[in-house]
């Protein structure tokens, strides 16, 4: 892994979690790039389209109602790098300024290198669970996660692009680099040209609605194959489990023309 590129993609989750926590909606949406969605397996999916967009829609009464202070990170780690894309696993914690913990969640972040300027493109959620009644919920949405990735790439080599839709939560949300591919119908979907391989699949966070999932995968066309790696944010969205989005990038550090 290319250490420049793992660093610009820390400090872009740094300073997101640091202009979060200076009140400053304006310095906060600065550590974005547009447009921005952010997937989630409830309530509407929001795209903003500009940085002033997002300020006019977000503020911070809310939360500071709820007694938040700041946040910290749990933890936070690079999966994937490319040029101009890399995928960022994190998880924060609200507190209160006694210390008392709030909330917790576990993001995956697309860090994308627009404009020269490395933000965050999107934000895949994965609603987080520490109770342990409810460890086989979580199982179940990580058995029935890696199945859904396993049929929705056997039917994308059968060419079977009808039943390929029905595996997915519109809108569906294909994360690029400076821009976002929406799809609200099965005609708008997108699908990989080429047999695909999978080489890994796992698990980076999974809650009881949702998870975010790794792969690598390897796509024959009609010259060389190709690999690719992705994150994919699955969720159960209105009794329905589909991919809400993805986020695919070339690992080789090859800079094309």
């Known amino acids: 892994m290319n250490d420049e590129l793992e660093s610009a993609g820390l400090e872009a989750v740094d300073k997101f979690l640091r202009t979060f926590n200076s009140r400053d909606v304006n310095a906060w949406a600065g550590s974005l790039n547009f447009p921005h969605v952010r997937p989630a397996p409830f309530g509407k999916i929001n795209t903003f389209e500009s940085e002033k967009q997002y300020t006019e829609a977000l503020g911070y009464d809310r939360i500071i109602a709820t007694g938040w202070d700041h946040s910290e990170w749990d933890y936070k780690h690079v999966i994937h790098v490319s040029q101009n894309k890399i995928h960022v696993a994190g998880q924060w914690s609200r507190f209160t300024a006694g210390g008392d913990k709030l909330l917790t969640t576990p993001i995956v972040y697309?860090?994308?290198?627009?404009?020269?300027?490395?933000?965050?493109?999107?934000?895949?959620?994965?609603?987080?669970?520490?109770?342990?009644?409810?460890?086989?919920?979580?199982?179940?949405?990580?058995?029935?996660?890696?199945?859904?990735?396993?049929?929705?790439?056997?039917?994308?080599?059968?060419?079977?692009?009808?039943?390929?839709?029905?595996?997915?939560?519109?809108?569906?949300?294909?994360?690029?680099?400076?821009?976002?591919?929406?799809?609200?119908?099965?005609?708008?979907?997108?699908?990989?040209?080429?047999?695909?391989?999978?080489?890994?699949?796992?698990?980076?966070?999974?809650?009881?609605?949702?998870?975010?999932?790794?792969?690598?995968?390897?796509?024959?066309?009609?010259?060389?194959?190709?690999?690719?790696?992705?994150?994919?944010?699955?969720?159960?969205r209105e009794n329905h489990l589909g991919i809400q989005a993805w986020s695919i990038l070339d690992p080789t550090l090859e800079t094309h023309a």
Not at 124 to 135: M, N
Not at 187 to 208: C, D, F, K, M, W
């Open 110 to 236: 697309i860090v994308t290198r627009h404009e020269d300027n490395w933000g965050i493109q999107s934000r895949f959620s994965a609603d987080y669970v520490d109770d342990e009644s409810d460890d086989g919920a979580t199982t179940e949405m990580e058995t029935r996660g890696f199945a859904l990735v396993h049929d929705f790439i056997n039917l994308t080599n059968e060419g079977n692009k009808a039943a390929c839709a029905e595996l997915i939560n519109y809108p569906h949300f294909e994360i690029g680099e400076g821009n976002l591919k929406r799809s609200d119908h099965e005609r708008e979907l997108h699908l990989p040209e080429g047999l695909v391989t999978v080489n890994s699949l796992y698990a980076i966070q999974t809650g009881v609605h949702s998870m975010n999932a790794a792969l690598d995968i390897n796509i024959a066309g009609a010259g060389t194959p190709v690999q690719r790696q992705a994150v994919l944010n699955i969720n159960n």
